[in-house]
């Protein structure tokens, strides 16, 4: 499919819609009053510092709603103002995380369900309004969504929509695109839709896989084993490896994107000598600049010297992930919560370990003074974190009065 002359396609057409709808001032009003934070512009005018009786917090100075998430729930806010009277569906979750969400089922938007994996289209009717979220849609739904006349409305971030556009440059000169990201994170899904031959790596350990396959050969089976649900369909490694360009999900570890990427690079230097190297390896820069600044900041932010950090988002949120990660190689104690209702009393915080189910810990908040890093994902509004600082002080007057 020519995903590209597709695009071009929708773009002019009359019921598909990339920006608002004019209605940016109420929205803005009603965005500010649901989740900013008076609170939390308080601490950023105090160089990101609040002391209150024994616990002092120290925010990252890079946290929290990024341009991208904010324009797509505002596009959500603004549609449901613009058509008061239409079933309003989206195709997952705006972005991740569950307030957002549930404030917009509150609004009597819908939301397509997920089961095994696939999505159950059949609720939506001709002249429905579909919204795409954030982090974008795959071409076949868009394609459905257009023959099937609805109205829709895309807030794919425009970091994503850089992503597409790189895959589709591959593809155009036949390059495979290595994709660093997760197969299975609505936003591969979708980046990997318009790219013509991918495979999909998750981290350094699996690219490093693909570099000694590049460079020594090996069980082809083994390798289709490895990647069989992180590859396009009829991957030949033997042959869609001589060519490849890079390409990353927007929510990934930076340096380690750019790992993957010099890897990669030496690699098809090394087999093909450098005269050769852009007729076998293709670079653009796609690492989203919000991601990055939030992920620069914490490293900073873990520099200090901190009792135990709190990472705030939802639990399906890559770049929320990435953030408890760089806490936890630092050897601070992290807890990753999506909400402030994860703080229960008796001093107990129900969180979620790297890689684990929801735990619940008690007695997290130690007797004494307390320096808590604090930071949160790009989904997740000022409104939230100060709802988490507030269950914090609470706990620790309490604590302290016993």
Partial sequence: MDTK????????????????????DEVSDLMQNEYQ?????????????????EVTIRLAEAFGF???VERAVAMAYETRTHFPNERIWITNEIIHNPSVNQRLREMNVHFITVENGIKDFSVVEKGDVVILPAF????????YLNENGCTIVDTTCPWVSKVWNTVEKHKKADYTSIIHGKYNHEETIATSSFA????IVLNLQEAEYVANYILHGGDRDQFMAKFSRACSQG????LALERIGIANQTTMLKGETEQIGKLLEHTMMKKYGPDQLNQHFLSFNTICDATQERQDAMFDLVKEKLDLMVVIGGYNSSNTTHLQEIAIERGIPSYHIDSATRIKPSNRVEHKPLHRDLE??????PAGPLTIGVTSGASTPDKVVEEVLEKIFDIKAAVHLV
């Fill in 360 to 365: 619940v810990t008690e007695n997290w908040l």
């Fill in 37 to 53: 934070s008076s609170l939390i512009q308080q601490i950023r005018d105090n160089h990101y510092t609040l002391t209150r009786g």
């Fill in 66 to 68: 990024c341009w991208g």
């Fill in 5 to 24: 002359a597709f695009k071009r396609s929708l773009n002019s057409s009359e019921n598909y819609h990339r920006k608002g709808f004019g209605h940016e």
């Fill in 235 to 238: 991957f030949d490694p033997d």
């Fill in 136 to 143: 974008g849609a795959s071409v076949q739904e868009m394609q």
């Fill in 196 to 199: 013509g031959t991918y495979l």
